[in-house]
């Protein structure tokens, strides 16, 4: 089998950076996400590929936070679209975990599939290969697995097995994983290395016929009582590696300017007001329930998986202890009326 | 039928020129763009709905209206916010961005050989519209077609040429017409539109009744006519929401699993009884 030798670590991620763009887990301030290795400062950002979760999802490398999508020119009675801004530069993120990977998948079906085609995130994604970092340690906030995500197995181009001291097992997936393989075939060894066991995981939950159960529960009381602590901060969105929804805004100046998209939240009362003053989620009862009956049921509806992949992150960010986990245990509790 | 928007950006806007603006109401004008070089971006069906935007301001979802021809983009549009004061605003040989055509459309086929029962509020009126101008152009196809539209005043009624010259005048039609309060000069009927839907009672027997209008008008009116004895399979309606992207990616203007702007904005009450009661 290819092994990566942790001491050949950085020369492997220097020489995917000559031919593209390598997003890699790092420290940064007092907080973490998948930032640019080539660029990075190596004094004081480290690598993190040894925690689980860093602290931002990787979902910014094919949906920008923010994106430029064209640019404008309006004088009088003139107006133009004056250029395009698609951008199918190569990207490699490296030590991704499963749930994140699996959170790909979800953009991919959302932005590729039913119909229509968004071209900016198809340009990002043609030219982008993952690399995993396949999890045999779960963390005290992680259930991927209850999701049907498979720690041990992320949905990549390149899986990374983590053996101790010694390296990473390395096994291409996909084509586009072989090609870049044999990029760096030089730097990678031929022995033949176990991978851990895996660990059981702290945290027990059971999805199993909770999309169906929802279907049932629009009207339920629990909404009222477990959105009774929601703030409507939009963390939970902001942090979620799964969460797609965008806005489409306009930056002007003069007879110039551009269009964007931002990342939004469904947490928020203008996601959905209306210009004539209608808003079919005024509180925050309605947007909690949507946002939840999204992840767990609508989105199960219309793609057959859940829109949540168990990372975990939402449970950490939430600043009054809203848990998904939690949420999904008390709707497997609830009495339903038939 | 219906065609989708098949280009390759979805989300970029075609540039086309207003050649046409006429007031409806206080609150209401038709737009009339084509491409400079003439001719539409793209055609539409009744029913279906495109991106309208004044570059530097921003975009809204609105009906088009349909016209055999395919020679313009007509949209009626009612001033109710930002894009929509600018829209009011422009003057004829402004550029204006387009996408589309989105949505499924009304079923215009699956309606043949049926009576039909248009039932409108407001500006309502103008997505029903590309239905009955269709049913009018293929006068054949469709039976007995009745018209129930209502707005708060007489200056507030849209399409007013249509409404009291040549929709009635057409064979096996009837339109009836209301304003909410009485007024000096007004003749007509006074009232609301579902109280008027029940006076008026169209036998629901082989017909099928669309309406749109405001929410609370469409809440009443679909009481009415269940009331009445009309099966969920009988009664279509044409909702809105909040769009930005139109192609069902943006997330905001589902009703549970379905986005308004890509499966609808055209259901039937069977749908819709599938769906949480959040319309």
């Known amino acids: 089998m290819k ?3 942790k001491d050949k670590l950085e020369s492997v991620l220097d020489k995917l950076a000559e031919s593209a763009q390598v997003f890699v887990p790092l420290s940064r301030a007092n907080s973490s996400g998948f930032y640019s290795w080539e660029n990075r400062n190596p004094e004081k950002e480290q690598l993190m590929l040894d925690t689980l979760n860093v602290y931002m999802s ?7 936070q923010t994106e430029k999508m064209y640019s404008i020119i309006q004088s009088g009675a003139e107006a133009q679209i004056k250029e395009t801004f698609e951008d199918s530069n190569p990207r490699i993120i490296f030590g991704i975990r499963a749930c994140d990977a699996r959170a790909i998948r979800c953009l991919d079906d959302v932005f590729l599939t039913r119909g229509y085609t968004d071209s900016f995130y198809q340009a990002r994604r043609e030219n982008m290969v993952i ?4 999890c045999y340690s779960p963390g005290p906030n992680c259930f991927c697995a209850a999701m049907g995500v498979n720690p041990t197995e992320p949905e990549a181009d390149i ?5 101790g001291d010694s390296g990473y097992i390395w096994e291409a997936q996909t084509a586009k994983g072989e090609e870049l393989t044999a990029g760096i075939s030089s730097l990678l060894e031929e022995k033949e290395l176990k991978a851990p066991e895996m660990k059981p995981f702290p945290t027990q939950v059971d999805y199993s016929g909770v999309a169906e159960k929802l279907k049932g529960m629009f009207e339920h009381p629990l909404w009222e009582e477990m959105a009774q602590t929601c703030q409507n901060c939009g963390i939970c969105t902001y942090v979620c590696p799964s969460c797609h929804c965008f806005d489409i805004q306009v930056k002007s100046w003069g007879d110039e300017g551009y269009r964007y998209r931002c990342w939004d939240s469904c947490m928020y009362t203008e996601y959905t007001a209306e210009a004539g003053g209608g808003n079919p989620r005024p509180t925050t009862k309605e947007r909690f329930r949507n946002r939840f009956l999204h992840k767990l049921e609508f989105f199960t509806e219309r793609y057959g998986y859940p829109l949540c992949t168990g990372c975990g992150r939402c449970i950490a960010a939430c600043p009054t202890g809203i848990n998904i986990v939690k949420i999904i245990d008390q709707v497997k509790e609830a009495s339903v009326d038939d | 039928m219906t065609d989708k928007c098949s280009c390759e950006q979805p989300l970029v806007p075609t540039i086309v020129e207003v050649v046409d603006i006429k007031d409806e109401t206080p609150d209401v004008k038709s737009f009339y763009c084509r491409l400079s070089e003439g001719g539409v971006p793209f055609n539409v069906a009744p029913g279906q709905c495109a991106m309208v935007s004044c570059l530097p301001v921003g ?18 549009i009612k001033k109710v916010g930002l894009l929509t004061d600018e829209l009011h605003a422009i003057e004829v040989g402004q550029k204006l961005g387009v996408r589309g055509p989105y949505g499924n459309g009304f079923p215009v086929e699956e309606c043949q050989g049926k009576d039909m029962l248009f039932i409108a509020g407001g500006i309502g009126l103008a997505p029903l519209r590309s239905f009955i101008k269709y049913c009018f152009k293929h006068r054949e196809d469709y039976g007995k077609i009745t018209i129930v539209y209502g707005s708060r005043s007489y200056a507030d009624l849209c399409f007013k040429e249509e409404l009291f010259d040549e929709w009635p005048a057409i064979k096996d039609t009837q339109v009836y017409v209301t304003i909410d309060n009485p007024e000096e000069g007004w003749a007509g009927h006074v ?12 036998n629901p027997q082989g017909l099928m009744a669309v309406t ?6 469409i809440k009443f009116v679909l009481q009415s006519l ?19 992207c139109g192609i069902g990616k943006c997330g905001r203007c589902n009703i549970g699993s379905e986005y308004i702007c890509l499966d609808g904005p055209v259901f039937n009450l069977a749908q819709l009884r599938q769906l949480p009661q959040e319309w």
């Open chain 2, 59 to 76: 975009e809204g979802m609105f009906s088009c209206t349909w016209q055999e021809e395919q020679e313009y983009l007509q949209f009626a």
């Open chain 2, 212 to 217: 749109c209008g405001p929410p609370i008008m």
């Open chain 1, 159 to 163: 899986i990374i097995r983590d053996t």
């Open chain 1, 131 to 134: 690399i995993a970092n396949a």
């Open chain 1, 3 to 5: 092994i990566l030798s």
């Open chain 1, 58 to 64: 990787p979902k910014n490398i094919g949906f920008p």
């Open chain 2, 226 to 244: 269940e009331k009445m004895g009309y099966t969920d399979q009988q009664v279509i309606t044409t909702l809105e929401m909040r769009m930005k």
């Open chain 2, 191 to 202: 009232g609301f539109v579902p109280a008027y839907v029940e006076e008026i009672n169209p």
